[in-house]
T-cell receptor, first 114, second 111 residues
Framework: DAGVIQSPRHEVTEMGQEVTLRCKPI?????LFWYRQTMMRGLELLIY????????DSGMPEDRFSAKMPNASFSTLKIQPSEPRDSAVYFCASSHTRGDTEAFFGQGTRLTVV | SQQGEEDPQALSIQEGENATMNCSYKTSINNLQWYRQNSGRGLVHLILIRSNEREKHSGRLRVTLDTSKKSSSLLITASRAADTASYFCATGKGGSEKLVFGKGTKLTVNP
C-alpha cells in the first residue's frame, strides 16, 4: 500500500477563497483523522470518522470548516471562506482499529492563505 | 487542548550521546504512543506502551510509563545525526479512538 495520500502537498490561496484538501486513507483502515499543525498550537485533532461516519467534530474551529467522507477511500476537508489564520499544515491519518494501535499519517498539505 | 506535554521543548546533543524526552499527561489513558516527525514530513509511529506496561524496548528506543505520576519517557541510546527530528507523545484515552498529541520535543543530534 502507498500509505495515506494527501493532495495537494502545497496550497496557496487568497483570503476568502474556498480550499479543499483531499485524503486517501490506507485500504482497510476504518478510522480517519484530520489534524492541523501550527507552531503556536501544535497538532490539533479537528475531526475523525469511523466507517465513513463523523464521530467527533468538536475540534473543528468554526463553521467555515467542514469535512466529508463519501466512501472508505476518500475524505475531504473544506474551508470556506479561508482566512490567513487558517494557514497551517493539515494532516490526514488513518488506523484500522480503535485508538490502541498506531495511526498512519500522510505527508500533509501546507496551506498558506494570503 | 493538548493532553500530553513533552519536556524539554528542545534538546541538542552530540552524536553517540543518549537523548531523554519526557511526556506528562492529565487524565487516565489506555495507551501512550511516541511518534517522530522529520522536518516537512508526516508523523511516523515509533512505539506504543499500554497502561498496564511499565517499560518497552524497540531497537535503540526505550519507553517507560508511570501511570501514578502520569508521565512517560523516551530514551534514544547512542544517538545518530539521523535521529534529528521532533518527537511527540500521544495518548489514547480509555474507550476513545482519539489520539491527542503534545507539542513535541525538537531533538538535534550534532555530528
Amino acid at each position: 500500500d502507498a500509505g495515506v495520500i494527501q493532495s495537494p502537498r502545497h496550497e496557496v490561496t487568497e483570503m476568502g477563497q474556498e480550499v479543499t484538501l483531499r485524503c486517501k486513507p490506507i485500504s482497510g483502515h476504518d478510522y480517519l483523522f484530520w489534524y492541523r499543525q501550527t507552531m503556536m498550537r501544535g497538532l490539533e485533532l479537528l475531526i475523525y470518522f469511523n466507517n465513513n461516519v463523523p464521530i467527533d467534530d468538536s475540534g473543528m474551529p468554526e463553521d467555515r470548516f467542514s469535512a466529508k467522507m463519501p466512501n472508505a477511500s476518500f475524505s475531504t476537508l473544506k474551508i470556506q471562506p479561508s482566512e490567513p489564520r487558517d494557514s497551517a499544515v493539515y494532516f490526514c491519518a488513518s488506523s484500522h482499529t480503535r485508538g490502541d494501535t498506531e495511526a498512519f499519517f500522510g505527508q500533509g498539505t501546507r496551506l498558506t492563505v494570503v | 487542548s493538548q493532553q500530553g506535554e513533552e519536556d524539554p521543548q528542545a534538546l541538542s546533543i552530540q552524536e553517540g550521546e543518549n537523548a531523554t524526552m519526557n511526556c506528562s499527561y492529565k487524565t487516565s489513558i489506555n495507551n501512550l504512543q511516541w511518534y517522530r516527525q522529520n522536518s516537512g514530513r508526516g508523523l511516523v509511529h515509533l512505539i506504543l506502551i499500554r497502561s498496564n506496561e511499565r517499560e518497552k524496548h524497540s531497537g535503540r528506543l526505550r519507553v517507560t510509563l508511570d501511570t501514578s505520576k502520569k508521565s512517560s519517557s523516551l530514551l534514544i541510546t547512542a544517538s545518530r545525526a539521523a535521529d534529528t527530528a521532533s518527537y511527540f507523545c500521544a495518548t489514547g484515552k480509555g474507550g476513545s479512538e482519539k489520539l491527542v498529541f503534545g507539542k513535541g520535543t525538537k531533538l538535534t543530534v550534532n555530528p
